[in-house]
């Protein structure tokens, strides 16, 4: 494995649920963000490999999240290597059956202090808004992202997609181009998210880089 300090042989990880998946038109199409992540950081001069692990549907607190990373960080196997830098979102589907955040939060950090455990370093995503606004469900998700954020793990960095693609403040006509079905993204959404991540992690390389 390369050092997660070199930008010549980085090996990440895109771990989550749908929205890592690319899920979009009712699961016909798939379209990750992990594509566009790896097109734009292979055009800047980094030497990267993308794995993308992905499942609709699935919660952290009672789903197969941790499974899934423990298996792709199980040193011994070689059909799964370690990877430098693991790019994980979850919660969304949690939030959905009513968890509470401290609840889904403890269970992202039990979930991703497998990598960082291992010596990877973690892209912490919030979670977005969806078309069905509820005061409650907002609440939860808007507590849960600020625990996210306030993350004071070593190796740990965030990137606020619950910002940075916003759906009810969205112009209408620019939501019905990025947002697929109120929960989603279309094909142009989640390349805008690949983009969107790409500019924060370059940020952070470059970062790593002027303090070596």
């Known amino acids: 494995m390369g050092s997660a300090h070199s930008p010549e042989s980085l090996r990440i990880l895109c771990l989550g649920d749908s929205l890592t998946d690319g899920y979009t038109m009712s699961g016909v199409s798939f379209a990750p963000y992990s594509e566009t992540l790896e097109k734009r950081l292979k055009e800047s001069g980094r030497h990267v490999t993308v794995v993308t692990d992905g499942i609709s549907g699935d919660l952290v607190t009672t789903g197969s999240f941790r499974r899934r990373m423990e298996r792709r960080f199980d040193a011994p196997s070689t059909r799964s290597p370690l990877y430098d830098w693991v790019f994980f979102l979850g919660g969304t589907n949690d939030l959905a059956w009513g968890k509470s955040p401290s609840t889904i939060h403890d269970a992202l950090l039990s979930i991703t202090d497998i990598p960082l455990n291992c010596g990877a370093k973690l892209l912490f995503f919030t979670v977005p808004e969806c078309a069905f606004k509820q ?38 006509e620019e939501r019905r181009t990025i947002w697929d079905d109120g929960l989603h993204f279309t094909v142009k959404g989640y390349e805008r998210m690949g983009n969107m991540v790409a500019e924060r992690f370059i940020e952070l390389l470059d970062a790593e880089e002027n303090e070596e």
């Open 135 to 172: 005061a409650s469900l907002d609440a939860r998700r808007d507590e849960l992202n600020e625990l996210i954020k306030g993350d004071g793990r070593e190796n740990v960095y965030t990137f606020d997609l619950h910002e940075k693609i916003p759906y009810h403040s969205m112009d209408p």
